[in-house]
């Protein structure tokens, strides 16, 4: 079967497939002029998914115990839970994979034909030296932070998100642009008030803790204005923020999107604490009330602080976090540890026409 890199989303994937240097049609996806791969032709895909695809095993050999109820067919979970394909239906991605894998559909069709699971998410010894969280849950792990001991939990394996943390690195040049939006007067502020509040001013944010200065841009004039949840008629200023140097920052909002293919990665363990991912990336990016309690900032304060803990040869390893705007579609957010790697050079006053509110009845 002809496939080409535009049938895929992986960023390794991709990179086998255009280091075969051919160009022509895909017959799958109708790209023309692109790199195609021929599954007959060569095995590189195919040692690639034949180790990725044994973390599954189909429901006829699963332990008795091992709950129906969460055993899925593959082509279903390979569309839903993998950033593997580009746009495929299931049948597409059912002839791609047994195409890749021909022999092992040959000895091993229920692989591919049987709803099929991840044993090692039942298993407890497994668990208890694979996850993230130690006793495999969010909420004990929000639990202990909240109410046993804020600074020294050992409900999370330190080790591992550093691990995953150096799968996620973006860098920045000098010279990039993010935006910073308060609320004002009709008169605005000027630059020097547009910058991370002073100590004294500082209060509880999704990346600091009260006392900790951290600087917080948006990628666009409209998500910063967004996540300030202004009202209607308030007047704002909106500062723009250049980066002075190159830096590396976390990039949390694609956390539970790491390719299973990356060199040194054990697809099997990350596939068993990506759920614990995906709740760090919902909670980084969770919309707060005004109601809602300063502890609900608890467990990302913990992971932005170690993540600021991060060193290498004694220097910080990472200056900041970057995660998804919720208020606003495409949009994103940093938290810039050191304040003063951006300068803000210019701003503008906007008033706000309108809001779009929307709704829907909870009772
Ligand atoms: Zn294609």
């Not at 091992?66 to 002839?95: A, G, H, M, Q, R």
């Not at 497994?126 to 969010?138: D, M, P, R």
């Not at 609900?296 to 991060?310: G, L, V």
């Given at each position: 079967?002809?496939?080409?890199e535009?049938?895929?989303c992986?960023?390794?994937?991709?990179?086998?497939?255009?280091s075969?240097?051919?160009?022509?049609?895909?017959?799958q996806?109708?790209?023309?002029?692109v790199?195609i791969?021929?599954?007959?032709?060569?095995?590189d895909?195919?040692?690639?998914?034949d180790?990725?695809?044994?973390?599954y095993?189909?429901?006829?050999?699963l332990?008795?115990?091992?709950?129906?109820?969460e055993?899925?067919?593959?082509?279903?979970?390979?569309i839903?839970?993998?950033?593997?394909f580009?746009?495929?239906?299931k049948?597409?991605?059912?002839?791609?994979?047994t195409?890749?894998?021909?022999?092992?559909?040959?000895?091993?069709?229920?692989?591919?034909?049987?709803?099929?699971g991840?044993?090692?998410?039942?298993?407890k010894e497994?668990l208890?030296?694979?996850s993230?969280?130690?006793?495999?849950s969010?909420?004990?792990f929000v639990?202990?932070?909240?109410?046993?001991?804020r600074f020294?939990t050992?409900?999370?394996?330190l080790?591992?998100?550093e691990?995953y943390c150096?799968?996620?690195?973006?860098p920045y040049?000098?010279?990039?642009?993010?935006?910073r939006?308060r609320?004002?007067?009709?008169?605005?502020?000027?630059?020097e008030?547009m910058?991370a509040?002073?100590?004294?001013?500082?209060a509880?944010?999704r990346?600091?803790?009260?006392?900790?200065?951290?600087?917080?841009?948006?990628?666009s004039?409209?998500?910063?204005i967004?996540?300030?949840?202004v009202g209607?008629?308030?007047?704002?200023t909106?500062?723009?923020?250049?980066?002075?140097?190159?830096?590396?920052?976390v990039d949390l909002?694609?956390?539970?999107?790491?390719?299973?293919y990356?060199e040194?990665l054990d697809?099997?363990?990350?596939?068993i604490?990506?759920?614990?991912?995906?709740?760090?990336?919902?909670?980084?990016?969770?919309?707060?009330?005004r109601?809602?309690?300063t502890l609900?900032?608890?467990?990302?304060?913990?992971i932005?602080?170690?993540?600021?803990?991060i060193?290498?040869?004694?220097m910080?390893?990472y200056?900041?976090?970057?995660?998804k705007s919720?208020m606003?579609?495409d949009g994103?957010?940093?938290?810039i540890?050191?304040?003063?790697?951006?300068?803000c050079?210019g701003?503008?006053?906007?008033?706000?026409?309108?809001i779009?509110y929307?709704k829907?009845?909870?009772k």
């Amino acid at each position: 079967m002809i496939i080409c890199e535009k049938c895929f989303c992986d960023t390794e994937v991709i990179s086998i497939i255009r280091s075969k240097k051919e160009i022509g049609s895909c017959p799958q996806c109708k790209s023309k002029n692109v790199y195609i791969y021929d599954t007959n032709k060569y095995d590189d895909l195919n040692i690639l998914f034949d180790d990725f695809l044994s973390i599954y095993t189909p429901s006829s050999q699963l332990p008795d115990s091992y709950p129906n109820s969460e055993t899925f067919l593959l082509k279903d979970e390979l569309i839903e839970n993998w950033n593997i394909f580009n746009n495929k239906s299931k049948s597409e991605v059912y002839n791609i994979i047994t195409s890749i894998c021909k022999e092992k559909y040959q000895y091993n069709a229920e692989l591919f034909d049987q709803p099929v699971g991840i044993q090692e998410l039942y298993d407890k010894e497994y668990l208890s030296n694979h996850s993230l969280l130690t006793t495999n849950s969010w909420d004990d792990f929000v639990e202990a932070l909240e109410t046993k001991n804020r600074f020294h939990t050992h409900y999370i394996n330190l080790d591992l998100l550093e691990r995953y943390c150096s799968y996620i690195r973006k860098p920045y040049k000098a010279g990039e642009i993010f935006y910073r939006c308060r609320i004002s007067s009709k008169d605005g502020f000027n630059c020097e008030e547009m910058g991370a509040p002073p100590i004294d001013k500082t209060a509880d944010g999704r990346a600091n803790a009260r006392g900790i200065r951290c600087l917080y841009l948006g990628d666009s004039l409209d998500t910063t204005i967004y996540e300030t949840r202004v009202g209607a008629y308030d007047y704002v200023t909106v500062g723009m923020f250049e980066l002075k140097k190159d830096i590396i920052v976390v990039d949390l909002k694609v956390i539970h999107q790491i390719s299973p293919y990356i060199e040194g990665l054990d697809c099997l363990e990350y596939a068993i604490n990506r759920e614990h991912l995906n709740k760090i990336n919902d909670e980084m990016s969770k919309i707060m009330r005004r109601s809602d309690s300063t502890l609900d900032y608890i467990p990302t304060q913990y992971i932005t602080d170690f993540i600021k803990s991060i060193t290498h040869d004694g220097m910080a390893e990472y200056d900041g976090i970057e995660y998804k705007s919720v208020m606003h579609g495409d949009g994103y957010n940093l938290a810039i540890f050191d304040p003063s790697l951006f300068k803000c050079v210019g701003t503008n006053v906007y008033r706000i026409d309108t809001i779009d509110y929307r709704k829907h009845s909870i009772k």
